[in-house]
């Protein structure tokens, strides 16, 4: 029934697509496939109401993804892994677990208000959590191995050379 769905090329194209990367939003995937926002957005609207694909809304975007592929939790953890600023610090504490505010800062080279914004961003999402150091605050991701697991697994749709990076180390650091 689904195959009927995906019939049309563009269509089909528009699914391969949202099912290899998936968390991409609508000018994401027109820019990626060269097509019209009316063209994406009829095609995705179809597949929406025919069960085929999920979109879930963060603050900015709508974001896509396969119905049948895509776990609840993924949904969750890829349209911040989708954002350079949460993916960097998500990546950070990966890296360096129970980092303090501060740290954060200056590796990524951002201003502290803005670390704070995405830092409250991945704690209400439920990725990282907070926790005390005495006076200091530190960092650490709640789910490491579902997140470098998604990180490897879509590593080619980043297009961000701190995935490739930690995925190189994640992957050399699993076979010591």
Known sequence: MKEDYLALETRKKIYDLISKSPGL????????????LSTIDYHLHYMEKKGIIIAK???????YFVAEKT???DRRL???LRQETPRRIIIFLLEKPKAIHKE????LNKAPSTISFHLKKLIEADIIEEISLGKEKAYVVRYPEKIADLLITYRSTFLDKAVDKFV????GFGKE
């Open 57 to 63: 809304t963060d603050k900015k975007y709508k974001r």
């Open 25 to 36: 939003h609508k000018r994401e995937i027109a820019r990626e496939l060269n097509m019209s």
């Open 104 to 107: 954060i800062c200056e590796h």
């Open 78 to 80: 890829m349209p911040l």
């Open 168 to 171: 190189e180390a994640w992957i």
């Open 71 to 73: 776990a609840a939790v």
